[in-house]
């Protein structure tokens, strides 16, 4: 609801595996428009990828609808992607990891250890990463469209695929920081 009341956004697409009555009332909103999947145990992969298929913008925005994600936060991917064609935030910086969320400790260490790995087998490319599983990202159409067909990952490793093909067009990619906040309670 908060993406939808966002000035910045024409149009927020929800997808989900199956029908609720959360999504029904989030479907009222006229800037909101529903992409459910046939199948309710489809991958998160593949349910993000063919709900960017049908998205209308020339910028493309994703984030997870459980609160883990804040507007406050939206200007400033919109910001960068103007000097990039993907923009990825990052959830390692601590002043800005809200208490309670599960971004501390080892999960912390092990997605900047993994990030640390991707800037270094990139490092031709002056890539700076803390976070190559961060879903909170913008990016340009043209990009989708460049990589779209590269991508071959099912599950969640969507995320840091698509870092990887955006960076193998070479084209450029932006990590910001973002707010990560603690998970709503009634996602499922």
């Known amino acids: ?79 960068y992607v103007r000097d990039a064609d993907l923009v990825v935030g990052t959830r390692t910086t601590r002043q800005m990891i809200e208490q309670g969320s599960n971004m501390r400790g080892m999960a912390r260490a092990a997605h900047v250890a993994l990030a640390k790995l991707l800037e270094t087998l990139w490092w031709r490319f002056d890539s700076r990463f803390t976070d190559v599983g961060c879903v909170y990202r913008a990016f340009w159409r043209s990009t989708w469209t460049l990589i779209r067909d590269e991508l071959e990952s099912p599950g969640v490793e969507i995320f840091p695929e698509m870092m990887i093909e955006v960076l193998r067009a070479r084209r450029r990619v932006i990590e910001i920081p973002v707010h990560y906040c603690v998970r709503s309670a009634d996602f499922d």
């Open 1 to 79: 609801r908060a993406f939808a009341e966002a000035s910045e956004l024409a149009e927020v697409v929800v997808a989900a595996r199956r029908p609720s009555r959360a999504l029904d009332a989030a479907a009222s909103h006229p800037k909101v428009r529903l992409f459910l999947h046939g199948d309710p145990a489809v991958p998160l992969g593949i349910l993000t990828r063919e709900a960017i298929d049908v998205a209308r913008g020339d910028i493309l925005l994703i984030a997870y609808s459980d609160d883990s994600y804040t507007t406050r936060d939206l200007a400033k991917l919109l910001v």
